[in-house]
């Protein structure tokens, strides 16, 4: 007789290894831009309240962070190329291991996703090809650009950099990075046959293009050693104006090139149990497979907040489950699951920018008794 699914007896709840880390739970709090660090990269206290508040995760994923200034893609996102942002991030880590949270930080290059009103400088990426779709500046929505092709002796200092922000990352006090190779940013455009046009060794064929992010996750395994290191990846998403033709070549040919490393973990954005693509990564894959699962986007969120399609995917043999709107709006979300409460509504106005507004204030089952325990004020 097959058990149905219980608070009690999800997988959910049960402990599990990464790298050299003991996890509580299975349930991981997906990167999320926020737009909550100042101007110049530097993560700020609100941020540590946000993240403390959601220290239960089994591990958090902070958001998509720049290794260097032209990788910036939005305005106010975090960066990690200086000592003041390792200053900021690490009250950031602080906050978040005092109340008894795990957390990696991710790396971000936008590639062509980014805009000279925003960086002064103008976007780099594999090949001139414009991103079709506006982008948000400080000074508002802009159209936007065609990038600058990277030479290869760029290319070589973005590896240099993400190299460099990982080792800043452990100096901020994160336990390992994730390289983001997902969602249409620079790694991503390196992979896609429709963005990058290479001629060279970074670029043709499969082997060509997955050059770079090899190179990538290479280099920051050998700054901060390979189990503090994940890569997340995204086969035929199309967030971002992304699009590819050979997933089944490129991602197999990636994963294989990456087996052996030692690496923490591998990540699935939108991922897809009955996806024969998904089943062979699942099998080729020796380390931890966090899944994300596949979630109607942007509406409607399901009311179970994909605790059921998580469960699924477990099934399916991923080893943790990446909720990202879910933890956004519930602080205590493994708690809600465990006692199968209700969940908060997400209030998708709030998402990017601002302050505690749809941030930090979103409700816990039972109100604490007393001053809130994460106010700064
Ligand atoms: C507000 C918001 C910001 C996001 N920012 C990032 C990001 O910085 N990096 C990333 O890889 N994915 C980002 N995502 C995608 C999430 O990590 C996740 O894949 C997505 O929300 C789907 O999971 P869900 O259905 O549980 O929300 C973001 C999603 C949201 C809602």
Redesign the pocket.
Known sequence: MTMPSTALTSRLFEPARLGALHLPNRLVM?????NRASADGVPQLIMATYYAQRASAGLIIA??TTPNAVGQTYPDIPAIYTDAHVAGWRRVTGEVRAAGGTMFL?L?HGGRIGHPDTTGLMPVAPSPVAFPDPIVTPAGSRPGVVPREMTVAEIRSTVADFAAAARRAIDAGFEGVEV?G??GYLIHQFLSDVTNHRADAYGGSVTGRIRFAIEVVEAVADAIGPARVGL?IAPGVTANAMREHDIEHVYPALIGALANKGLAYLHI??ADPTQPLFRRIRRDWPSTLIA??A?P??TP?PAD??RHAGERLLAAGADLI???????ANPDLVERFRRGAPLNPVR?EH??GGGELGYTDYPLLTAPAGPAPFDWR
């Open positions: 997906a990167p999320m831009t926020r958001e998509a991710q971000q983001h997902a969602n997340r954005v939108f994300n699962p979630l986007w942007p969120f907040g994909g990446s909720l990202g709107r879910a933890f956004l998708a998402w990017y």
